[in-house]
C-alpha cells in the first residue's frame, strides 16, 4: 500500500522533531495487542512488559529532544477496547515521553469528518493507516508530498479541538 519509497518504519527511523498520530477507531483489537487486551478483559493486572519495546522507543525520541504525540477522536461511553487503549496503552505510553490529546465529540460535531487515521512526521511526510470495517490493520500507505499540507491541516484542527489525555482522563476515565 506504500505510494512512496520511503516506509512508515523509514519514516520512525529518520524524523527529526515530530511524530503526530491521529486515531479515529473505537476498536483496534484486531490490529494488536490480542493478548492483553482479553487478559484487561478478563480483569487481569497489567503486566510490568507491556508496550515495553514502544515504550523504549518512545523514551529513545522524547530524549533526544523528539515530541511523539496523538490525538484520539471519541465518543462516551468508552468501547471496552478505548477502555483497554487509554487505561493500559496511553497511561504506559506516557511513561516514555508520549503525549495524548483527546477530542471528545460526545457532545459536539466531530470537526475532522471522514479523516482518515495517520501519521505525520515533521510536517513533511504522511502515512495513513488503512483498516478494514472491523479495525484490522491493513498496512500504511505513505502519500506523496504534495498532500501533506492537508494532513497538516488536520493535525492543527486536531490539536485546537482536543484537551491533554490526563485532564480528560481525570474527568471520565474509568
Do not use: C
Not at 1 to 12: E, I, N, P, V, Y
Not at 24 to 30: G, R
Not at 42 to 64: F, I, M
Not at 142 to 169: G, I, N
Amino acid at each position: 500500500m506504500t505510494t512512496s519509497s520511503k516506509t512508515l518504519g523509514d519514516l520512525f527511523d529518520s524524523f527529526e522533531r515530530e511524530a503526530f498520530r491521529l486515531e479515529t477507531l473505537d476498536d483496534y483489537s484486531k490490529s494488536g495487542s490480542v493478548d492483553a487486551y482479553h487478559a484487561f478483559l478478563a480483569g487481569q493486572p497489567q503486566p510490568d512488559e507491556y508496550n515495553a519495546g514502544w515504550v523504549e522507543e518512545l523514551r529513545s525520541h522524547t530524549e533526544n529532544g523528539k515530541r511523539v504525540h496523538r490525538v484520539h477522536v471519541l465518543t462516551r461511553p468508552l468501547s471496552d477496547y478505548l477502555r483497554f487503549e487509554l487505561g493500559w496503552g496511553y497511561r504506559k505510553n506516557m511513561t516514555g515521553g508520549e503525549e495524548f490529546f483527546i477530542l471528545d465529540i460526545t457532545e459536539k460535531p466531530n470537526p475532522l469528518e471522514n479523516v482518515p487515521d495517520f501519521w505525520l512526521f515533521d510536517s513533511a511526510s504522511v502515512a495513513v493507516m488503512n483498516y478494514d470495517g472491523n479495525g484490522k490493520y491493513l498496512g500504511p500507505e505513505v502519500l506523496p508530498s504534495e498532500r501533506t499540507a492537508e494532513f497538516m491541516r488536520y493535525r492543527d484542527a486536531a490539536l485546537a479541538h482536543a484537551e491533554p489525555f490526563p485532564e480528560w482522563w481525570a474527568k471520565y476515565g474509568t
